[in-house]
Antibody
Framework: QLQLQESGPGLVKPSETLSLTCTVSGGSISSTSNYWGWIRQPPGKGLEWIGSIYYSGSTSYNPSLKSRVTISVDTSKNQFSLKLSSVTAADTAVYYC??????????????WGQGTLVTVSS | DIQMTQSPSSLSASVGDRVTITCRASQSISSYLNWYQQKPGKAPKVLIYAASNLQSGVPSRFSGSGSGTDFTLTISSLQPEDFATYYCQQSYHTPPYTFGQGTKLEIK
């Protein structure tokens, strides 16, 4: 059974960089059918896709965050990572990593991590 | 970006009721539409992909329909475990993948 697990600091200071890692177990991040993504959810609000990466390193970002986001992959560790720079309180959210099943007609986020709350505060 | 609008934003219903949630896209997305269920404190779970295909392991009381700009998620007979928030999500015009604002289904 595929599992994803987010890790990283739960508290980040304003203007600093948020860094999270997602560790994939029970399957290979190098699967050719899948992409890997980050989604966030501010407290009490809806879901926002941040960006995605393919095992080759090819990335796609939400235009609203593109200038501040970097997603990278480490296939040797079966991990992918998120960096979000110049954070403000508006970036406080639960951050999820997820697999995107690209094998079907409509790519869907079919496996998710449990999510990690990141609070931006001094 | 494609905007996804769900209606209603919240809904009260009873166990056994038939419930329909609507999702409208700001432009045609063919059948590139997925539905998710999220319970408090948990990650979303995919229920329906490509507008009408039931994800493996999801009960058959869930169904989806639609194409183009208008889509529906129907729960044929509500069960206690179905009270949750439901999101639609489009995968046609990306980036970005976009979600609806959510529909909170509550017990009447």
């Amino acid at each position: 059974q595929l599992q994803l697990q987010e890790s990283g600091p739960g508290l980040v200071k304003p203007s600093e960089t948020l860094s999270l890692t997602c560790t994939v177990s029970g399957g290979s991040i190098s699967s050719t059918s899948n992409y890997w993504g980050w989604i966030r959810q501010p407290p009490g609000k809806g879901l926002e896709w941040i960006g995605s990466i393919y095992y080759s390193g090819s990335t796609s970002y939400n235009p609203s965050l593109k200038s501040r986001v970097t997603i990278s992959v480490d296939t040797s560790k079966n991990q992918f990572s998120l960096k979000l720079s110049s954070v403000t309180a508006a970036d406080t959210a639960v951050y999820y990593c997820a697999r995107i099943d690209g094998s079907g007609w409509s790519p869907a986020f079919d496996y998710w991590g449990q999510g990690t709350l990141v609070t931006v505060s001094s | 970006d494609i905007q996804m609008t769900q209606s209603p934003s919240s809904l009260s219903a009873s166990v056994g009721d038939r419930v329909t949630i609507t999702c409208r896209a700001s432009q045609s997305i063919s059948s590139y539409l997925n539905w998710y269920q999220q319970k408090p404190g948990k990650a979303p779970k995919v229920l329906i992909y490509a507008a009408s295909n039931l994800q493996s392991g999801v009960p058959s009381r869930f169904s989806g329909s639609g194409s183009g700009t208008d889509f529906t998620l129907t729960i044929s007979s509500l069960q206690p475990e179905d009270f949750a928030t439901y999101y639609c999500q489009q995968s046609y015009h990306t980036p970005p993948y976009t979600f609806g604002q959510g529909t909170k289904l509550e017990i009447k």
